[in-house]
């Protein structure tokens, strides 16, 4: 089994959307799914357009409904586009009413608000879709224990490392990047740090990396029979395997 782990800003980019699609992902887990909320929102959208290709699908959320009925219908349209309505204009037709609308053309704005007993009808229509669990409901989690290695770079890295900052620095303030290329350029310095570079054409060049030695020292201080290790990068992952 495979797992990818993302952030919703990467879901406003077109590539990844693009790389996300040919995945073909069974099931797709949204966390936070109240970030979701805005219906025309791009990332929205893409989500959307991913959720129709999964089998299985999950939102998790403390707060669907932030500012009101209205934020639920995007998070609903992930897992069921055909349960609350399958558009975000018909949803507003049938479930509230535009306070406004009598009001001027010169000076007119819409007031959508929920029709009487809306809430309910539409709390009606997703019950069999929604689990609730309390605090008082949950296991004590044991208390979460924050500690940072400091770990320094063998020196060809560091030099490597240091020159691309540098260049990257100079260019920068030049105006010579736009946002993706600075965001390219800055992942090329994720890599460095995590003691590898990929190069333009795919090939990975790897260097002395002190934190898997570091990481290797660790795990021996632990009694734990279950670890569960974060990294960023599937060369990292590799690495620490072998």
Not at 28 to 53: C, G, M, P, V, W
Not at 113 to 134: N, Q, S, Y
Not at 139 to 151: G, M, N, R, S, Y
Not at 168 to 178: D, H, M, P, R, S
Request: aromatic share 12%; with cysteine.
């Amino acid at each position: 089994m495979w797992i990818d782990v993302t952030n919703k800003d990467a879901l406003g980019y077109e590539d990844f959307l693009a790389a996300c699609m040919m995945a073909g992902y069974e099931y797709i887990i949204l966390d936070e799914s109240h970030q979701f909320k805005k219906y025309n929102a791009k990332r929205t959208k893409n989500i959307h357009k991913l959720a129709d290709r999964a089998k299985w699908k999950t939102i998790l959320t403390g707060t669907p409904m932030p500012n009101g009925l209205e934020d639920i219908w995007a998070q609903i349209r992930f897992l069921d586009k055909h349960r609350l309505c399958e558009s975000y204009r018909q949803f507003l037709r049938k479930f509230f009413e535009d306070k406004n609308q009598y009001m001027p053309k010169h000076c007119y704005f819409p007031n959508w608000v929920p029709k009487r007993g809306a809430h309910k009808k539409v709390m009606d229509l997703i019950r069999d879709m929604i689990a609730v669990a309390r605090k008082d409901e949950v296991l004590d989690l044991p208390p979460f224990i924050k500690q940072e290695l400091i770990v320094e770079m063998p020196a060809q890295l560091e030099k490597h490392y240091y020159d691309m900052e540098d260049h990257f620095v100079i260019e920068l303030a030049e105006g010579k990047y736009g946002v993706d290329l600075a965001i390219l350029k800055l992942l090329k310095l994720q890599q460095l740090a995590n003691g590898f570079i990929a190069t333009d054409d795919g090939v990975i060049q790897k260097f002395k990396n002190n934190k898997t030695v570091a990481l290797g020292e660790l795990l021996q201080t632990l009694d734990d029979d279950q670890i569960v290790i974060w990294t960023n990068f599937i060369t990292t992952i590799d690495d620490i395997t072998h």
